[in-house]
Antibody, heavy 121, light 108 residues
Framework: QVQLVESGGGVVQPGRSLRLSCAAS????????MHWVRQAPGKGLEWVVV????????YYADSVKGRFTISRDNSKNTLSLQMNSLRAEDTAVFYC??????????????WGQGTLVTVSS | SSELTQDPAVSVALGQTVRITCQGD??????ASWYQQKPGQAPVLVIY???NRPSGIPDRFSGSSSGNTASLTITGAQAEDEADYYC???????????FGGGTKLTVL
């Protein structure tokens, strides 16, 4: 069965960095795009970034562009999110999500359980 | 980028039918997907494409689309359907993704 397990969340001071990871299993990781989606406490879902199946294409939400970097290691079935210059408004649960591979449709067919990032001094 | 608009809250009597809508210009070009999220849990995909349900999703969930509006319909709502529901689709660029603000469904 498909499993996505995030790790790396925690409390970090404003301006500092944090790296999230997502370990994938149960599917051919190298065949699918992957996303990060975040949810601030008590708020809705916000798409953050997508990486194509081979890592050649990456697209970022304007709110994180230039500060966050997505990457993947298909040999280790691992997705990563390097977050720099963190701000209080980045406080959220971060989910990794598998793209369903339905072409133009944005279909997130599997989600991890999320990891909480708290940016606070 | 585009926006998707959802009603913040909707209620339905147990066993009745409810429709949750999602509006946005991108929906004229792309199908919406729908997600159910219960408190403290990750979202779960319930509808995608024209009207497709992932394995394990009850057939009381269905989707439709017309113009700039996508709809999620629950026919015969159950107590366990009480949750937040989110739509998403690609934005006008085709490279980014946008989520609606979510609809809190209460089953009375």
């Amino acid at each position: 069965q498909v499993q996505l397990v995030e790790s790396g969340g925690g409390v970090v001071q404003p301006g500092r960095s944090l790296r999230l990871s997502c370990a994938a299993s149960g599917f051919t990781f190298s065949s699918y795009g992957m996303h990060w989606v975040r949810q601030a406490p008590g708020k809705g879902l916000e798409w953050v970034v997508v990486i194509s199946y081979d890592g050649s294409n990456k697209y970022y939400a304007d709110s994180v562009k230039g500060r966050f970097t997505i990457s993947r290691d298909n040999s280790k079935n691992t997705l990563s999110l390097q977050m720099n210059s963190l701000r209080a408004e980045d406080t959220a649960v971060f989910y990794c999500a598998k793209d369903g591979g339905f072409g133009e449709a944005a279909v997130f067919d599997y989600w991890g359980q999320g990891t909480l990032v708290t940016v606070s001094s | 980028s585009s926006e998707l608009t959802q009603d913040p809250a909707v209620s339905v009597a147990l066993g009745q039918t409810v429709r949750i809508t999602c509006q946005g210009d991108s929906l004229r070009s792309y199908y919406a997907s729908w997600y159910q999220q219960k408190p403290g849990q990750a979202p779960v995909l319930v509808i995608y494409g024209k009207n497709n349900r992932p394995s394990g999703i009850p057939d009381r969930f269905s989707g439709s689309s017309s113009g700039n509006t996508a709809s999620l319909t629950i026919t015969g709502a159950q107590a366990e359907d009480e949750a937040d529901y989110y739509c998403n689709c690609r934005d006008s660029s085709g490279n980014h993704v946008v989520f609606g603000g979510g609809t809190k469904l209460t089953v009375l």
